[in-house]
């Protein structure tokens, strides 16, 4: 509209200057070049505002033209009969020239119009195989719709639970009554799959994949006119594509986190029932041994066998204590039951409870360490998984080393260590996950899962590292009561 | 006495089986890997081998396959896990016996009499013309049966069947290994045949308890001589 008013006025301007111009050569101007000059204003007029503003420039040129160049002047009175040819030459001609220009402009701005076209579908394209999650895949491409078609509200319906529902709109929602009219209902006859349908102001298209249905876009239908069908239709092939492949990449993600849970649960079962079973193996050859009445065993056999019992008898109560916890930290409810304590009084309730196996434990601590803020019971079981996990690496008669130290400012570091084959470097975070033994081993491995899930419930750390002089160095820290004085550090310093 | 060799890695359960078998009367050595085993196997030549299937070293079962590459002496398999399939594969790879951990010493001793009863002789030939199993006398060349001195009438595949298993006698014979060589490769899927001809089979030679024809539930099948 505006445009058309603009062409006019610059056509119109055009007319009164070169007329101005004109006017007082007139006389020595043939009406042919007069004819000619006037061919500007009307081609300027249908270049900037099209075929309309083309025909009134023409009306507008013929007028002017017959008016001040056709003698007599100044009436639009034609005189001779060749003033009459080129008026009509004028006009006819203007006429033609005016509907040709008009059709290249036509022409020009649809090729504008469809190569923006292509490249906004460029643009999507790229978009929908980038891989990026469904949510914000979904809301990139109702606002790419919205702005290549100047769509008021384009909404994407995709199945939840067997029901269509709105999982990207731009523009405003779909009301209630929209939706109903949009969505089929069961046993409702419906056009839904077959082709798009036009409905009450909105235009519904299926998205359909490898003719299986993926989803419902609806966009406004002002903006769809029959010119426009073809690329949207494009757009919703593209849409349809890329919905689907995310909908089958999450559902593949999906059966294999399924996969991995069933293969845990699967290990879990396969490791716990082989850790009770065997100490229970032997308990049970053991103890079918001494039952029997018939055999007449000497004393030294006795002893033997009762020893085998109770040594095996601790270590399914170790495992049982160890599946115990690990329960409470699937429960959920470990928070740690916080008291004042020494690290020495730890120490010494859980060597208590450890089964040496010949070992030498060696404690390395300074008798004035600060007091240290943690749950008595879960440390202790730290301690306890930690030896035990030591013992079981270390060759028969090297010893394990327990060492204390203040760390930074206000914590306490321990140190287990062993002179076993240490963890290589790549498997250092792992040996603490569920689950995780060496290949050789009978652990059921959930010994330093319990300790790092205990140790970080007192929102402190725990690591391995290599030993000096070889083997596992397993650490972990402890909150001080207080904050650790200079003193104390710089006798820490003289202590080294 | 007996030469018994259990291979096992679990010390413990090496002390306490050596314990009790020489209490009951047998010599137990022991190895604690496959590698180990295999060499005292094929240095003192025991009567009967107890092999754990969980070993650090070797799969219990590839030592089982090893050592059927050159010996017949009877294998006991110890599986921990309790699972059907590696038992089977166990006997499939020449196995003669399982028990599954835990056990009672006396039933480890008792699976352990029974393969030292049955352990094939030392004598190579082409297999004998006739098995003895308790008062059941098999005639493999002219397909007869007798039991007690009284013939028993068996269709062609009871025969074949109850001959297959006097051929192992003591041993556990797979559902597998059974279908395989009494019926065909193509009916190893055939379960149920076994079930029909295990009935008739046992009623026709009055071993109603199964004492005779003893069955392992999904596993396979196995033919004992009583104890006199």
Known sequence: MRRWLVGLAASLAAIVVLTAAMVPLRSHLSPATTALVLVVPVVVGVVVGGLAAGVCSVVAGFLVYDFFFIPPYLTLWVGAAQNWVALGVYGAVMLLVSQVVARMNSARSEARRQGREIAELFELSRMLVEDRSLDVLLSSVVSTVADVFGARQVVLLLPDDGNLTVAASKGQDLSDNQLRRVLPKAGELTSLGVSPFEHDGLFVIALAAAGRPVGLLVVSSDVVKADRRAPLMLFANHIALAVERVQLRDKALQSRLAEEVARLAKTMVGAVSHDLRAPLTTIKGASSTLADSELDLDAEATRTLVKLIDVQADRLAHLVQNLLDMSRIQAGVLTPRWSVTSVDELLAGALDALDHRGHVITVETRGDLPFVDADEVLISRVLINLLENALRYSPKATPVVVRAAIEGDDRVKVSVIDRGPGVIAERRNEVFELFSRRHDDAGAGLGLTIAKTFVEAHGQHIWVSEAPGGGAMFCFTLATVAPISEEMKLGADSHH | ?228
């Open chain 2, 1 to 228: 006495m007996a030469q018994i060799l259990i291979i096992d890695d679990d010390a413990d359960l090496l002390r306490v089986c050596r314990v009790g078998l020489e209490a009951l009367g047998n010599a137990v050595r022991t190895a604690d890997t496959g590698l180990a085993g295999l060499a005292e196997a094929a240095i003192r030549s025991p009567d009967v081998i107890v092999l754990d299937l969980g070993l650090p070293d070797l799969d219990g079962l590839e030592v089982c396959s090893r050592l059927r590459a050159w010996s017949q002496v009877p294998v006991i398999v110890l599986s921990a896990d309790g699972s059907e399939d590696r038992k089977v594969e166990a006997l499939d790879q020449g196995a003669d016996d399982y028990v599954t951990k835990p056990f009672g010493m006396r039933e480890l001793n008792a699976r352990l009499q029974v393969a030292l009863r049955h352990r094939p002789s030392d004598e190579a030939g082409d297999g004998p013309a006739e098995v003895v199993v308790g008062a059941l006398r098999l005639d493999l060349v002219h397909r007869e049966a007798t039991l007690d001195g009284s013939a028993v009438d068996l269709a062609p595949k009871e025969f074949e069947f109850l001959a297959f298993l006097a051929r192992h006698v003591g041993k556990v014979c797979t559902r597998r290994m059974i279908l395989e060589n009494v019926w065909g490769a193509q009916y190893t899927k055939e379960l149920h045949y076994l079930k029909v001809y295990a009935y008739r089979i046992r009623r026709k030679l009055g071993d109603h308890d199964g004492k005779l024809l003893q069955s392992d539930p999904a596993v396979g099948y196995r033919l004992v001589a009583p104890l006199e």
